[in-house]
């Protein structure tokens, strides 16, 4: 099925796009820098979920309907990261930057979405936003478990 979009709506998708390339190399070049071997896994599972995002997007820029579905398992049982085989993550200020700063682009990527959710006329251009938004606030919540978990976010 071909849909059709308007100014606006291609206006979103196209900032949209822009915004899961960045975070696609963001998410590749911190899994390079960290230190811990969990964060590393973390960052290459949520790179490729954004890469489908992209994907996503680029089909709904091409006037297709968008495949929503994508096989992720999540990292672990209810979004929660094991701390147990974790080594040195309160020592390591590198890695407690480098998930600051991915938590505060998962923040700022849901927020563009939830403008773009209600200036969407089209159906399945909203329903697919809506579908992305709830993986980027997923996103958020593994990024927040892990740094939880390993002492980089305390919440008192």
Known sequence: MQIQLSQKERMILEDEKHQE???IKKYQNYAQQAQDS???QLCNKLA????????IIDEMLQG???NLSHGQQPMAQDGQIQQSSYQGAMNNVGDEVLCSDLLASEKYVSGTYDTGIFEAANTV???ALQHIQK???QHGQELFNYMNSHGLYNVK
Request: proline share 4%.
């Open 48 to 55: 490729g979920e954004e890469q489908h995002h992209y994907t």
């Open 38 to 40: 969990q964060l590393k």
């Open 21 to 23: 390339g960045i975070c």
């Open 135 to 137: 993986d980027e606030q």
């Open 64 to 66: 297709k309907q968008p």
């Open 125 to 127: 251009v909203r329903e």
